[in-house]
């Protein structure tokens, strides 16, 4: 008897476990959406960048939640320097960006909080929000590249998107400054037959760079910038490829990342004859 009244009680837990299984799920799905850019405060044009890790990031920690939380996953402008994430709870967050820019979160070594130009907001529905930075470099094209025998030459200007002493004021204050922050490390030509070409998206047979060591660049700080396409291999006749050009400095972002970002120019299409 005490076994037939085990089992009995046995099937009723699993019975009772298995229809709480099949219970609908009544949280609503994630459907609130962002969309936001990065622009230069000077200019008001959007900061160009990559789209991929080497690219603007952008930031939410949801605060709902109270003290203490884990940020949302980590998410990327596109190459224009706007984005978009539509798959968000309603809720009060905290909104930053980094990227080849002046950080907006600065603190000391210690922790102390020096600036903080991150956003707290409340999304429901569409939430636009706008970030105002200060670019590291400004990449610009002097005129249109050139194609000989499937070699692409490009012509580039490069010129500080921030002075030296404002840099320096707004990094040094964090600790461990270094004049080495500043200098100009390499120029890039980024070539694919993708129109969002960038590092993530280069045909490494015709994408090409040229390196500068210490302060090597400060004297073309302004000047033409001549860069060329690998010509190992030629690009093919008749096709259609997209060319940008880039340059970083020395300072990643967020500070101790590793993580070195590149100011870009515009795409632009180039047809090999």
């Not at 070409?197 to 033409?224: H, T």
Request: overall charge negative.
């Amino acid at each position: 008897m005490k076994y037939i009244i085990l089992n009995t009680l046995m099937s009723a837990s699993l019975l009772f476990a298995s229809c709480s299984f099949f219970e609908k799920d009544n949280m609503e799905a994630p459907s609130v959406t962002i969309q936001g850019e990065v622009v230069d405060v000077a200019t008001g044009k959007r900061v160009l960048t990559d789209q991929g890790s080497e690219g603007i990031r952008v930031r939410l920690t949801e605060l709902s939640w109270g003290d203490n939380v884990e940020h949302n996953p980590d998410f990327y402008c596109m190459p224009d320097g706007s984005f978009q994430n539509t798959r968000l709870f309603k809720g009060n967050y905290n909104v930053t960006v980094d990227g080849p820019f002046v950080p907006l979160v600065r603190k000391t070594a210690d922790g102390a909080t020096l600036a903080d130009e991150s956003k707290v907001m409340d999304l429901d529905g569409t939430t636009k929000v706008k970030f105002e930075v200060q670019p590291f470099l400004n990449v610009e094209w002097v005129d249109e590249p050139t194609v000989s025998n499937g070699k692409i030459t490009a012509r580039v200007r490069v010129t500080r998107g921030v002075t030296d002493e404002i840099f320096r004021s707004k990094i040094e204050p964090m600790g461990n400054y270094s004049a080495d922050f500043l200098n100009v490390t390499d120029v890039q030509l980024f070539v694919s037959y993708s129109s969002t070409v960038g590092y993530r998206a280069r045909d490494q047979r015709w994408s090409n760079e040229i390196k500068y060591s210490e302060q090597a660049f400060n004297p073309l700080l302004g000047q033409i910038v001549t860069i060329e396409s690998k010509d190992a291999i030629p690009i093919p006749a008749g096709r259609t490829v997209f060319v940008r050009a880039a340059a970083r400095i020395n300072y990643d972002t967020p500070r101790g990342s590793g993580t070195k970002r590149w100011n870009y120019n515009e795409a632009k299409a180039v047809v090999i004859p």
